[in-house]
C-alpha cells in the first residue's frame, strides 16, 4: 500500500497559479488511479481530478476543467495539480489520494483507498 504527502499549498490571490506535489511511497504507485479532492470550510469533501495509472487518461471536476491539470510521473512516485486562474471558491483543504480500482470508480463514488494528510489552499480577492 502507498503512503502519500502533498505540498505545495499556500496563500495565493485570485488569478494567481499554484502547483500541489503529491509525493507516494510504495514500489506500486503506477498500478494505481490517483486523484485530488477537496473540502472547503463546512462543506463536504468533493472530487476534484483524478487521473489512472498510466497518466493516458484524466477527468476533472465542471468547476475546475480548463483552470486545473493533472499529471503523473510514475518514475518518479508523484502526483501533481497543476491550478491556474484560481478563484476565492478554490479554498480548501486539497487531499491527494489513491486506489487501486479503475479511475472511473474513483471518479464517480469519491472513494479511495488512502488518503493524504491535505494540503491547504486560500485564495483572496
Known amino acids: 500500500q502507498v503512503q502519500l504527502i502533498e505540498s505545495g499549498g499556500g496563500s495565493v490571490q485570485a488569478g494567481g497559479s499554484l502547483r500541489l506535489s503529491c509525493a507516494a511511497s510504495?514500489?506500486?504507485?503506477?498500478?494505481?488511479?490517483m486523484g485530488w479532492f477537496r473540502q472547503a470550510p463546512e462543506k463536504e469533501r468533493k472530487f476534484v481530478a483524478a487521473?489512472?495509472?498510466?497518466?493516458?487518461?484524466?477527468y476533472y471536476a465542471d468547476s475546475v476543467n480548463g483552470r486545473f491539470t493533472i499529471s503523473r510521473d510514475n518514475a518518479k512516485n508523484m502526483l501533481y495539480l497543476q491550478m491556474n486562474s484560481l478563484k476565492p471558491e478554490d479554498t480548501a483543504v486539497y487531499y491527494c489520494a489513491a486506489d487501486p480500482s479503475d479511475v472511473v470508480v474513483v471518479v464517480t463514488t469519491g472513494y479511495a483507498e488512502v488518503w493524504g494528510q491535505g494540503t491547504l489552499v486560500t485564495v483572496s480577492s
Open positions: 487521473i489512472n495509472w498510466s497518466g493516458g487518461s484524466t
Open positions: 510504495g514500489r506500486t504507485f503506477s498500478s494505481y488511479s
